[in-house]
């Protein structure tokens, strides 16, 4: 099962006791208080989907002191279930990484009816949430320390992006984008670990990778472990890529490559997997790439094909992964993006933005 990126709760008898457009007071509970701090801290995200007026809703967060908390806000009188589809639209991410937190068991039924991949819980249950394993990362990193900032920021770009008179190029390119890629190092593994578990929809293989395993590939000549972060004139997004690749003598497989679902719209995908398969094209040999189909990641192979790689049949050392198919670098990839500007870093010892 997915780990839980993202909290959405109701508002009224959830959050805050009592119902706020009858004039209750409407204080928000202790233990919700903690929950919501306490799963902050782990980088898990926090978002609304609750019945009533949007501005009323919104001004009591912020007059209660936890508006900042909340990563997407949705207050209607719609369905909940139609309002937690379009929370995951907005943070880029799976239904099946929500979790729903609601007093109402018609709510709850009908959420868990429409989204059976969402996992609902009543409110009464809120402060044990952060005693689920589903809730509980095995480390904290400091990117997830920073998730609900990097988010953020990312509101602040889809602000100006919805006010921006040119098209989606032009606002891209206004963006100043750039990739930094570089090998990986002992203090990159712990968010290099995290990313295998959290991200499914940018991610060739769905491989996940231990902290050990990946400390012994990042120690052998055979293999090469890439992190890749990403900055713009609006902040840092940290490391939101991850690429692993086998060497084989001159040749190499692509065995993994992944970027975080936050950077979804910004067209890096192919970049990176461009950056990776250039690399093995200076070493004379040639570049191969794995890639595992899985319900979300068809892009990846969208990315794949757009970066110059066609699928081969699978034959000795290149054998495809089960359920998989193995693609080959052609040497004719499609245009690098002009609004993003790749730097090739150095390994770091520090730890990772």
């Avoid at 989907?49 to 949705?74: C, K, N, Q, T, W």
């Amino acid at each position: 099962m997915a780990t839980v990126k993202c909290v959405v709760w109701d508002l009224d008898d959830t959050v805050w006791d009592g119902v706020l457009l009858e004039s209750d007071a409407a204080v928000p509970k202790d233990e919700v208080i903690h929950t919501l701090n306490v799963l902050d801290e782990r980088g898990i995200l926090h978002a609304v989907a609750s019945r009533g007026e949007y501005r009323p809703a919104l001004a009591h967060l912020r007059a209660s002191g936890i508006d900042d908390l909340f990563s997407a806000v949705e207050v209607s009188w719609g369905r909940k279930s139609d309002a937690v589809l379009r929370i995951a639209e907005t943070l880029g991410i799976g239904v099946d990484t929500i979790a729903f937190v609601d007093n109402d068991p018609v709510e709850l039924a009908e959420v868990a009816a429409a989204l059976p991949d969402v996992r609902c819980f009543r409110a009464e249950q809120s402060g044990t949430l952060p005693n689920l394993p589903d809730l509980t990362p095995g480390t904290v990193t400091a990117d997830a320390r920073a998730r609900r900032r990097y988010y953020r920021s990312e509101r602040e770009r889809s602000v100006a992006e919805s006010e921006f008179a040119g098209t989606n190029e032009e606002f891209l390119a206004s963006l100043d984008l750039v990739m930094t890629v570089r090998p990986a190092t002992p203090a990159d593994l712990d968010r290099a670990e995290e990313l295998t578990v959290r991200t499914h929809q940018l991610n060739t293989t769905g491989r996940t990778f231990g902290l050990v395993e990946l400390q012994q590939m990042c120690e052998s000549e055979r293999y090469e472990v890439l992190v890749a972060s990403l900055t713009d004139r609006y902040g840092d997004y940290g490391t939101i890529g991850l690429a692993v690749t086998e060497l084989r003598g001159d040749d190499s497989v692509l065995h993994l490559l992944l970027m975080s679902c936050r950077v979804i719209s910004r067209g890096v995908g192919a970049a990176l997997i461009g950056y990776v398969a250039d690399r093995a094209r200076r070493r004379g040999g040639r570049s191969f790439a794995e890639f595992v189909p899985t319900d979300v990641n068809r892009v990846m192979l969208v990315a794949l094909r757009f970066a110059g790689f066609a699928p081969v049949p699978a034959t000795g050392d290149t054998d495809a992964p089960v359920h998989g198919i193995v693609l080959e670098y052609t040497g004719s990839p499609a245009r690098p993006p002009t609004h993003l500007r790749i730097v090739a870093g150095q390994s770091q010892a520090g730890a990772s933005p």
